[in-house]
């Protein structure tokens, strides 16, 4: 599978962004499907996750009542809704997807390019 995300920007402390990431290929619904985070000279940890059918999500501890993740399998797409932006949040974000339901960025398969998350204070 093929992944592409977007929506990445600045934004100022407080406010919203939503991350959208394309797959492609019939075989999205089989993935467990996460958003990751890396800030520079980080190492890329999980955000939130999500199960195959959407029924199921898990969240950093950080991100937990701001950040809310979801998919759409008939369109081949998951997102990341963030609300309450901090400066701690700036990095870049990658949405990936893995046969597993895993936590560890290691056991992720495929991976998207990223997008570039910027909140100013």
């Known amino acids: 599978v093929q992944l592409q995300a977007s929506g990445g920007g600045l934004v100022q402390a407080g406010g919203s962004l939503r991350l959208s990431c394309a797959a492609s290929?019939?075989?999205?619904?089989?993935?467990?499907m996460g958003w990751f985070r890396q800030a520079p000279g980080k190492e890329r940890d999980v955000v939130a996750r999500i199960n195959r059918g959407g029924s199921n999500t898990d969240y950093a501890d950080s991100v937990k009542g701001r950040f809310t993740i979801s998919r759409d399998n008939a369109k081949n797409m998951v997102y990341l809704q963030m609300n309450s932006l901090k400066p701690e949040d700036t990095a870049v974000y990658y949405c990936?997807?893995?046969?597993?339901?895993?936590?560890?960025?290691?056991?992720?398969?495929?991976w998207g390019q990223g997008t570039l998350v910027t909140v100013s204070s």
């Open positions: 990936a997807a893995n046969s597993r339901w895993s936590a560890r960025a290691s056991e992720y398969d495929y």
């Open positions: 290929g019939r075989t999205f619904s089989s993935y467990v």
